[in-house]
């Protein structure tokens, strides 16, 4: 089956500093999903990008499909941006594959 | 627009008991899942849903039990807890264009 690799798995940054998160994937892919998990254990979807780059605000992603990666950017980290980032990939049976995540915690 | 609403949030069960938790989602999805997530780890899919009437097993769904009678509801039933079914349950929806809807999430824990 398809695996999903992200990294770094942990990250600790300044408050003001910038990060770029990874998201490897072994094959083809429908779609993909960058996730954050607050420390409240709330799942918010940041992204839906199956190819191309999107920004929302100081995030923004890249995927590039046919070298099977994307790259979630933080800008100005704030506390609030603490927590996991998830990147899940749809593949053809209606089931997410999940990475493992990176867990990011900001400090002020 | 709600998105995808979880009921309850919290609760505590005696083992053996039975419970479903409830998720709604208003926003006309086709496909609907429940998923667990246990302590420091990934989400793991316990059923989903294509439609009204159509469900089908994911990766961990022995000691539950799902139905699908609307769009909207899709509810999770626990019959018999055990303690290993602790853990947090997440309802989602999804739709090919805007991809995946998570509800709040509702932390059980058995006793």
């Known amino acids: 089956g398809i695996q999903v690799e992200q990294s770094p798995p942990d990250l600790i940054l300044q408050e003001g500093a910038n990060s770029t998160l990874r998201c490897n994937f072994s094959?083809?892919?429908?779609?993909l999903q960058w996730f954050h998990q607050n420390p409240w254990g709330q799942l918010i979807n940041l992204f839906y990008?199956?190819?191309?780059?999107k920004q929302n605000g100081r995030l923004s992603a890249t995927t590039v499909a046919t070298e099977r990666y994307s790259l979630l950017y933080i800008s100005s980290s704030q506390t609030t941006d603490s927590g996991v980032y998830f990147c899940?990939?749809?593949?053809?049976?209606?089931?997410?594959?999940w990475g493992a995540g990176t867990k990011l915690i900001i400090k002020p | 627009n709600a998105g995808v609403t979880q009921t309850p949030k919290f609760r505590i069960l005696k083992i053996g008991q039975s419970m479903t938790l409830q998720c709604t989602q208003d926003?006309?999805?086709?496909?609907m899942y429940w998923y667990r997530q246990d302590p420091g780890m990934g989400l793991k899919l316990i059923y989903y849903?294509?439609?009204?009437?159509?469900?089908d097993k994911g990766e961990v769904p022995n000691g539950y039990n799902v139905s699908r009678s609307t769009t909207e509801d899709f509810p999770l039933r626990l019959e018999l807890a055990a303690p290993s079914q602790t853990s947090v349950y997440f309802c989602?929806?999804?739709?090919?264009?805007?991809?995946?809807?998570f509800g709040s999430g509702t932390r059980l824990t058995v006793v």
């Open positions: 094959d083809s892919v429908n779609n």
């Open positions: 990008i199956p190819s191309g780059t």
């Open positions: 899940a990939v749809d593949a053809s049976n209606y089931q997410l594959i």
């Open positions: 989602a929806s999804s739709s090919p264009d805007y991809g995946y809807t």
């Open positions: 849903s294509v439609g009204a009437g159509i469900t």
């Open positions: 926003m006309n999805h086709n496909y």
